[in-house]
């Protein structure tokens, strides 16, 4: 049997890890063309040939670490039953050690550090740093699980703690008083009650200019957006070779999501990125047992893991983002929910789009697309509202030079730079918006990407209001934050990028709030009196009314360029319906800013899966191509 393995297939092996392979062969955990093509990848993609048995022979990590000892004369070693000495550790770091996935464990009998590893290589890569650190060592083998979990038993606490507070003060909206929220709001009310009593005409004249000169400020942008949309995209980038393409670490935090997880199980493993290359973590909350039970009746490949993050003061998902940061292993970081459906090839396109890119291109933002459009009219009306904002709006901010508000998924970083940034704001329920608000302000910049991801609509009423009123509520605090101090924000983002965050976030909140201003003028087409004209000229009323109009024309304009080049046009008699779907937006709004004011913190979570009960994964549509490229420039 061993005679199929030819010279030439482990001549670039060390003498070790050709013992691993014959050792491998000779209990019959793999047979001979596993073991060819095994070795075949490791050498080609340059990567630890252990990487590729666990992670693309999917061999279970207790027996290869057992293997592994053997193959390599060292000691197998489980750090949950002998725990590692906190002060090693504490040299090293927790953080260097996650990273690494080295821990220094233990003093031997004879004065020797004992390093703890899954993964030989990186042993011997780091060797000469570890030994400036703790001088003579030797090396011992575990299961990168059973190294993680030591490591988080010691610092799992500390760890939890400085996940809330990555983000500087100043840039966090961690110290938002709620109380003097309420306070400032109560007071804001009452000055409004009181100009409406002693002076109703003014006051009607103000917040009619106002709602006049957001609304057209919106329209404008979104027109321009959609124009420059227009202009040819950038040509598609060639392929890498595996040798080049880089480790990319995705994490997907879920929460009670026992309805999705076999189909997220089979999406992942649609993906064609090689699996040496991928690590993928699925991030748990320490309480939610729903998950984990359903997780511990799964056997997940070697390439996917889970991440237990413990209680702290705040449950969001930014929080946990940033718990689970540290245990990644690639050097660009992705983000998913956990009902998305990447495209297969989706991977390949971040690894080919970052190596093209800039060295201040900090991030990529994929399409987000919905497989169930069709479920009821809600969906439809979200699908639509999506088509225009991730394929028209987001990528003319792009390619305008403004600020991009960043979606919760299919997002990816340069690792270094996200850390260098502080990650995710623990406490923000928006953290998306907010992280792009803060790449923008270091002078970093985020590429639309011609990827797409399926994703589930929310298709009820009431947790569509819940959710869209998170969303709201993250979107005005992120806007409260960084205006605390108006001139630095200047200073850093310049005049124009300055002036778009007040049209993205105030111009958006504005326009929510205003909306029933706006909604009342349908009354003219149908021909009852308008209360308003009384109160302003006519001139300013019909002012009014026809910005109206031509923005409703402009808005439903930009929702079939959008269903265009996302190939749903079918759906353009929906979008006429809008005009009944966005009240929803407005009592969201009002939701969400009351929330600033009583649990600004608060993350309403949205539950997924509920189109999924009862459908095959095989039933879900694969993400459509993209008929028109996103060009960001």
């Given at each position: 049997m061993l005679d199929f393995i030819t010279d030439a297939a482990i001549a670039g092996l060390s003498v070790q890890d050709a013992r691993l392979i014959r050792s491998l062969l000779s209990k019959r955990v793999l047979d001979p063309p596993q073991a060819d093509r095994a070795v075949a990848a490791a050498l080609r993609m340059d990567v630890p040939l252990c990487d590729v048995l666990l992670r693309s022979c999917n061999l279970p990590a207790d027996l290869l670490a057992r293997h592994l000892a053997k193959a390599y004369e060292a000691p197998l070693i489980d750090p949950l039953r002998r725990a590692?000495?906190?002060?090693?550790?504490?040299?090293?770091?927790?953080?260097?050690?996650?990273?690494?996935?080295?821990?220094p464990w233990r003093r031997s009998a004879q004065?020797?550090?004992?390093?703890?590893?899954?993964?030989?290589?990186?042993f011997a890569a780091a060797r000469a740093d570890l030994e400036q650190v703790f001088g003579?060592?030797?090396?011992?083998?575990?299961?990168?699980?059973?190294?993680?979990?030591?490591?988080?038993?010691?610092?799992a606490a500390r760890m939890a703690a400085e996940a809330e507070t990555c983000v500087p003060a100043a840039q966090s909206c961690r110290d938002w008083n709620a109380?003097?929220?309420?306070?400032?709001?109560?007071?804001?009310?009452?000055?409004?009650?009181c100009w409406g009593i002693i002076d109703p005409s003014s006051l009607i004249i103000a917040l009619s200019l106002w709602a006049i000169g957001v609304l057209v400020v919106t329209t404008l942008l979104k027109a321009s957006a959609a124009v420059i949309g227009l202009l040819p995209g950038p040509?598609?980038?060639?392929?890498?070779?595996?040798?080049?393409?880089?480790?990319?670490?995705?994490?997907?935090?879920?929460?009670r999501e026992t309805a999705i997880a076999a189909h997220l199980l089979v999406r992942l493993a649609a993906l064609r990125y090689p699996r040496a290359l991928l690590d993928i973590c699925l991030v748990l909350e320490e309480d939610d047992a729903t998950t984990r039970a359903t997780l511990a009746r799964t056997r997940l490949p070697g390439w996917i893991r889970a991440i237990i993050v413990p209680p702290g003061q705040v449950k969001t998902k930014p929080r946990a983002l940033n718990y689970a940061l540290p245990f990644a292993q690639g050097s660009i970081i992705g983000v998913w929910d956990a009902e998305d459906a990447p495209a297969p090839d989706q991977l390949h396109v971040v690894a080919r789009h970052f190596a093209?890119?800039?060295?201040?291109?900090?991030?990529?933002?994929?399409?987000?697309?919905?497989?169930?459009?069709?479920t009821n009219w809600l969906t439809r009306c979200f699908t639509i509202e999506y088509a225009a904002w991730f394929r028209v709006v987001l990528p003319g901010l792009a390619r305008l030079g403004l600020v991009v508000p960043l979606g919760g998924t299919t997002l990816f970083f340069r690792r270094a730079l996200l850390e260098d940034l502080g990650a995710w704001d623990a406490h923000n329920v928006t953290e998306d918006a907010d992280l792009g608000l803060?790449?923008?302000?270091?002078?970093?910049?985020?590429?639309?990407?011609?990827?797409?991801?399926?994703?589930?609509?929310?298709?009820?009423?009431?947790?569509?209001?819940?959710?869209?009123?998170?969303?709201?509520?993250?979107?005005?605090?992120?806007?409260?934050?960084?205006?605390?101090?108006?001139?630095?924000?200047?200073?850093?983002?310049?005049?124009?990028?300055?002036?778009?965050?007040?049209?993205?976030?105030?111009?958006?909140?504005?326009?929510?709030?205003?909306?029933?201003?706006?909604?009342?003028?349908?009354?003219?087409?149908?021909?009852?009196?308008?209360?308003?004209?009384?109160?302003l000229s006519s001139g300013a009323f019909?002012?009014?009314?026809?910005?109206?109009?031509?923005?409703e024309a402009l808005a439903l304009l930009v929702n079939l360029v959008g269903l265009h080049k996302a190939g749903r046009l079918r759906l353009w008699g929906w979008a006429l319906t809008l005009p009944v779907y966005f009240p929803l937006g407005t009592l969201a709004a009002y939701r969400g800013l009351a929330e600033l004011a009583t649990r600004p913190f608060y993350w309403d979570k949205t539950a997924h899966g509920v189109v999924l009960n009862g459908l095959k994964p095989a039933a879900i549509p694969p993400p459509r191509p993209l008929r028109h490229p996103v060009s960001t420039g």
């Open positions: 590692p000495e906190p002060a090693l550790l504490d040299r090293w770091g927790a953080r260097n050690a996650l990273r690494s996935g080295l821990l004065g020797r550090v004992i390093i703890l590893t899954s993964c030989p290589a990186r003579d060592l030797c090396m011992a083998l575990t299961t990168q699980a059973k190294l993680t979990a030591a490591i988080a038993s010691l610092h109380s003097r929220a309420a306070t400032g709001a109560l007071g804001l009310l009452a000055l409004v009650i040509r598609p980038l060639p392929p890498m070779a595996e040798a080049d393409l880089p480790v990319i670490t995705l994490l997907i935090p879920l929460y093209a890119a800039g060295p201040k291109v900090a991030c990529l933002q994929g399409v987000l697309d919905y497989y169930n459009a069709g803060r790449l923008a302000r270091r002078g970093y910049s985020t590429e639309l990407i011609p990827t797409v991801t399926m994703e589930e609509a929310n298709g009820r009423a009431w947790p569509w209001v819940k959710q869209r009123a998170r969303w709201l509520k993250g979107y005005a605090i992120t806007y409260g934050v960084h205006m605390r101090s108006p001139v630095p924000l200047l200073r850093d983002l310049g005049l124009w990028q300055f002036i778009g965050v007040q049209v993205l976030f105030l111009g958006t909140l504005s326009l929510f709030v205003l909306m029933p201003l706006f909604w009342s003028l349908w009354l003219i087409p149908l021909g009852v009196a308008h209360p308003l004209h009384g109160w019909w002012a009014m009314t026809y910005a109206f109009f031509a923005a």
